[in-house]
């Protein structure tokens, strides 16, 4: 695979891996191009721990799936990220950014513009909805043959100082070469994101995991690799679109969009 084709074929995973168990080749050549990232000073400033334990994946899992539905019952995520979804195409196309809810079960499909609605909150809460969501949550993240936690130097994170944002740039960076392996070795990985959405449950995957106090939990991701035949969960969303270079590239001063590139832009990933 050539390098663009790589960066162009790029996906967040949203079903299922394969069972297998990645090769401890693989998972030494993903942890390699991570390391090639850049760093200021060459700082270096990340650690990762891999989980292939499935006692301990079970346990991250039960946590994520239990999280998932803690704030969708709650309401609280959709409040706090309902900037970044869309319920139509129209406004997909129209916006290019966010995530487009564009998988759903007949029996919600009518009640999506009612989501953020004190009464469609209760009529989610009657359906189960967070619970289904909770538990797919939970099967998916149980079904990964590895997790990967990716941790900062606190002495190297300091939000408040510029260098501060260079060490989280350096991780991102790090994790978009790891990322971009995961495309070239035939693999898909996703964000466990709920657990951070309740910290007290993001404490216990800290002290699961052990991380010393010089080191910062990030994140944790899922990895495996892909089935021939991927099948989209019954509540899923679509990621694809990208903004027109028109709408954030600017030309010698921020007061002149550029122009000319819009046709030219290339079909993106999620």
Known sequence: MEFFDAVFARRTTNGPFRPDPVSPEHQQLLIRAAAAAPSQFNSQPWRFVLIEDPATIGE???ISGESMTRVMGEGTFFHRYRKYFRF???EMDR???GMLFDRLPALLRP???RVFTPSGQKLMNRLRVPQRLGEENRKLVAGSPLLLGVMLERGEYRPDQLSGFYSVFSMGAAMENLWLSTTQ???GIQFVSFPMEVPENWRRIVEMLRVPEELELMA???LGYLPATQHRPA?????RERKLPSQFVFRETCDSPQTGWDEDSRPASD
Do not use: P
């Open 60 to 62: 991250v899992a039960r």
């Open 88 to 90: 139509s195409q129209e």
């Open 111 to 113: 009640f999506t513009s």
């Open 95 to 97: 916006l290019r950014s």
């Open 185 to 187: 070795l035939g693999m």
């Open 220 to 222: 944790v991701y899922r």
């Open 235 to 239: 509540i899923d969303w679509s990621s």
